[in-house]
């Protein structure tokens, strides 16, 4: 154990609402839902429509870009990877298709110059049953 | 004037005074001891209870768990969890079932060893996996912490409100603390550094966590618990202290949205419900008993709830308005709320227990003729999913 790199928490790939999701990050697609009845974009994704509860959902591509909404740089964490990332940021990115998703931003050298409202665009990090979508300024 | 109807009061309290208990006693245990204390407080016995309320803090199927645990076969059983705020919708709950008949005398209870436990609530991860969300979400390592803290930053962005200003919300807590003994105790139990009333300048140069939110704008993790009896009309006018009347009371709940605005949180739908109902408004109020987990939280459940519009709350809560001993607003948090006296993880019953002893007129930080309080839990998260409960308290 001792001599072990701690590794980032990784999502579980069989979680029933979100495992096409995270199979669709192995070819380093961002995907996002549309109902085709009611027109809702869906995330975090579902079997179901939050607008209509219903079933009717296609699956579309991000372009991978969007602005940043909030962040925060974490300069304290107990978690024995995180405790090795700090001080890194977290952020809410919208996607120009509509999705808001939390991530972390990456490719500063200090997360204090980010600025609320600045372009962003996925950067993936690669693991082996999935890649994680992380952003950084561009 | 108030001249609403009075269908369910307050009429018992307690707040278990350690913060630290050392493994000597467990959760359950601080529950009956609590439910002893503020029924002895009400001059009311176990068996006149016929209605209990609990969050599971007692572990599974408490309901259950619960009745046998006191002692109790109750007629009303409501295990309604929603974190923080689940003491605001049991008294809202024990209200309306008082006021349908269904039960006389209400006991709301709570216990935690959250601090013995060494639960790293504020800068732990959270387990992934289980939920969609936080199957989403988990892997960026947000702590509970950084997610007030989005809320702080965005609201700075939209609205140019500034650390300093925050930093008032601790500061008068703390200036309320160091007048409550139990408080002040519970700072040393947990080895607070250098307790003192506290400047802006100290919050602000306290070390930072999550920017923008700094170490003194950040809650304790404590041990504690306690409880509350509410009864009907004709139960409460032979009861030993006087009544603390439920006026009105909401509910909501807020969760992450495309293109929603995260400054806004669910109070802006359980505030106007609650003080609809009550027929009073946020002007009125002589105590505001609000979920103090961060500075921010405080910041943004004003503004929502109303005693300012959404983004002055910066400005608003300028030059110690929210202290007891000042006008032109309410006093807030005046047992020293979650920063600088009591959070053991969910600490909406102590909102209700402090603003009954104000509303008694037995506060450490005392309100001359306090009549009117609004408590408003919020549990949950403020940046992405909670839930808010707002109950507004009335004395005759």
């Known amino acids: 154990m001792s001599d072990t790199t701690p590794t980032r928490p990784l999502p579980n790939p069989d979680e029933p609402d979100t495992a096409e999701f995270w199979r669709k990050t192995k070819d380093k697609v961002l995907g996002y839902q549309h109902c085709d009845d009611c027109g809702t974009v869906v995330f975090y994704p579902r079997r179901h429509c939050t607008g209509c509860l219903g079933s009717n959902l296609t699956w579309q591509a991000s372009n991978g870009e969007g602005t940043l909404y909030s962040y925060s740089i974490i300069r304290q964490a107990y978690h024995p990877f995180f405790r090795t990332q700090v001080p890194f940021a977290v952020a809410w990115v919208d996607l120009d298709e509509g999705p808001r998703l939390l991530t972390n931003i990456t490719g500063v050298e200090d997360p204090a110059t980010l600025e609320i409202g600045q372009r962003v665009r996925v950067v993936w990090e690669e693991h082996e049953a999935l890649n994680i979508p992380l952003f950084e300024p561009f | ?396």
Request: include cysteine; glycine fraction near 12%.
């Open chain 2, 1 to 396: 004037m108030v001249s609403q109807a009075r269908e369910a009061a307050i009429v018992g309290i307690h707040e278990y005074p350690s913060r630290d208990v050392e493994g000597r006693v467990s959760p359950l245990q601080i529950k009956a001891e609590s439910a002893a204390a503020a029924l002895a407080d009400a001059g009311l016995a176990l068996s006149d209870v016929d209605a209990i309320y609990d969050a599971g803090d007692g572990g599974g199927m408490s309901g259950l768990t619960i009745a046998e645990y006191f002692g109790l076969k109750p007629s009303v059983i409501d295990t309604t969890n929603v974190g923080g705020s689940s003491y605001e919708y049991h008294a809202a709950h024990a209200k309306r079932d008082i006021a349908a008949g269904k039960a006389k005398v209400a006991l709301l209870t709570y216990g935690s060893t959250a601090h013995s436990n060494v639960q790293r609530i504020g800068a732990g991860g959270r387990a992934g996996g289980i939920h969609p969300a936080d199957n989403m979400e988990s892997f960026t390592g947000m702590t509970l912490i950084a997610n007030y803290a989005m809320v702080a930053k965005r609201h700075m962005h939209e609205y140019g409100t500034t650390s300093e200003q925050l930093a008032e919300i601790s500061v008068a807590t703390r200036y309320h603390a160091m007048r409550n003994p139990e408080a002040v105790r519970a700072m040393e139990d947990l080895e607070f550094l250098d307790i003192r009333e506290t400047t802006i300048a100290d919050v602000i140069g306290s070390r930072m966590i999550a920017d923008p939110l700094h170490l003194l704008e950040c809650c304790m993790i404590s041990d504690g618990g306690g409880a509350v009896v509410i009864a009907s009309p004709e139960v409460a006018k032979n009861c030993a202290k006087p009544p603390v009347w439920i006026l009105g009371s909401g509910e909501a709940t807020r969760y992450p949205e495309n293109g929603g605005d995260m400054t806004v949180s669910a109070a802006a739908q359980s505030g106007p419900q609650a003080f609809g109902e009550a027929g009073v408004s946020p002007a009125e109020m002589d105590i505001a008993m609000i979920y103090d987990s961060f500075s921010i939280t405080v910041l943004a459940l004003l503004e929502d709830l109303g005693f300012c519009a959404k983004g002055e709350g910066g400005a608003w809560v300028e030059g110690g308005r929210l202290r007891f001993d000042q006008a032109g607003g309410p006093a807030l948090n005046t047992d020293g709320g979650g920063l600088s006296s009591n959070h053991p993880g969910m600490r909406g019953i102590f909102l209700l227990i402090e603003a009954a002893r104000q509303l008694r007129g037995e506060s450490t930080a005392q309100v001359p003729d306090a009549r009117l309080a609004v408590a408003h839990g919020n549990g949950g998260m403020l940046g992405t999913r909670h839930c808010a409960g707002t109950v507004i308290l009335a004395r005759d």
